[in-house]
């Protein structure tokens, strides 16, 4: 089971947690002597910077694949993303430069993460706060800073996965697997919380792995098999087909879906029941077009399955894990205790420029 971390930063000693959880993430993800160096110095960065200029905040960190999607299964990052409802930043670009500084927002040592970074994604609007991100992967096969290349797909994935109350695990996973032009996303909701809830999402992450190549639907009857056994899970599969431009869903259980189309917002629906245990006799499986400015957002029931993203939603092109932190962020509620794991997973085009 992968291990995920919630850091939260309140006090200058959370700093040393901060890192200590980011050189432990290293290791999981294999990195070696200097690249964990660099995302020790990341994530101390950022976690100094929450306190600095936000008062408080909350570090994620996570082992993740790269957001860009190829054949094969790809080496891991460390994914360090702090999340604030602080002052925000008057001017985002601005602040990711070297030498930056503002007393009164975000900014020092941004550009060092960004130097040190594969990628690096920031959102800040004033008065509703800043999200920071930092991926750092092995020395070998770093990507171009712009993070595409000719094999590139056109599509990137990301996300984050919030443990509930702090613990090691989270019983919710997400996953995103490549096979020739078809790109497979999806998200599982462990039944319950803890060890056995991540024993269940896990399995369904490897078993995708397996059969990522099926039509959503198909691959929810193997996933079936598969955690038969286990606690079971809620799960949402979505592909992309890059060929014809058309993207295919299919859910069982609670996993939320929306999908950006145009200027509005579609929620796509999922049959009840529990991957594992009881699975519907028939699947739904429904096709949308995929364009330009599509997005497709995914989130377990961490998150109210009422909630609608806001219109500026990953707009100007964020990474997709940042779009995730911020709707983790801004779909939460003091009024409504967390009360499980909460993961978003976000499948969104690459940029037609590099910035």
């Known amino acids: 089971m992968p291990r ?11 700093v040393r947690d901060v890192r200590v959880a980011a050189e432990e993430a290293a290791a999981l993800a294999g990195l070696d002597e200097q690249r964990t160096a660099a995302v020790s110095l990341v994530a ?28 094969g299964r790809p080496g891991r990052a460390v994914q360090i993303v702090a999340v604030d409802h602080g002052p925000g930043i008057a001017d985002p670009a601005g602040a990711q430069r070297d030498g930056f500084s503002s007393g009164g927002s975000l900014g020092a040592g941004l550009g060092t993460c960004r130097r040190l970074a594969d990628d690096f994604g920031l959102h800040s609007v004033p008065g509703r706060g800043t999200v ?42 997400w996953a995103w697997v490549r096979s020739g032009d078809r790109t497979t996303l999806m998200l599982a909701d462990g039944l319950g919380h803890g060890s056995e809830a991540a024993r269940a999402s896990t399995a369904a992450v490897e ?30 599969v979505a592909q992309l087909d890059t060929w014809t431009g058309r993207l295919r869903f299919a859910g069982i259980g609670n996993v939320s879906a929306r999908l950006r189309e145009g200027d ?29 400015g599509s997005l497709l957002i995914l989130h377990t029931d961490g998150l109210p399955g009422r909630w609608t993203p806001p219109p500026d939603t990953g707009r100007p092109p964020a990474d997709p894990a940042v779009t995730a ?31």
Not at 47 to 67: F, M, S
Not at 211 to 228: D, F, Q, S, V
Not at 326 to 354: C, I, M, W, Y
Request: no cysteine.
């Open 4 to 14: 995920v971390w919630d850091v939260p930063v309140q006090d200058p000693t959370r």
């Open 44 to 71: 101390t960065e950022l976690a100094t910077n929450l306190l600095k200029y936000a008062q408080a905040g909350r570090v994620l960190i996570d082992a993740v694949d790269p957001p860009l999607a190829r054949e």
């Open 132 to 173: 920071a991100m930092a991926r750092v992967g092995p020395a070998a096969g770093r990507p171009d800073r712009g993070g595409e290349s000719s094999g590139d797909l056109g599509v990137r994935a990301g996300g984050v996965n919030v443990p509930f109350a702090g613990a090691d695990f989270s019983g919710d996973a």
């Open 207 to 236: 078993e995708l792995r397996r059969w990522a190549r099926l039509p959503p639907a198909e691959a929810l009857r193997k996933l079936h098999t598969a955690l038969a056994g286990t606690r079971g899970a809620a799960v949402a």
């Open 264 to 292: 509005r917002w579609r929620s796509l629906l999922s049959r009840p029941g529990i991957v594992g245990v009881h699975r519907p006799h028939t699947v739904r499986e429904d096709e949308f077009p995929w364009t330009a």
């Open 325 to 355: 932190a911020v709707t983790v962020r801004d779909a939460g509620s003091s009024a409504r205790p967390v009360r499980d794991d909460t993961a978003v997973a976000v499948l969104a085009p690459v940029p037609s420029e590099r910035p």
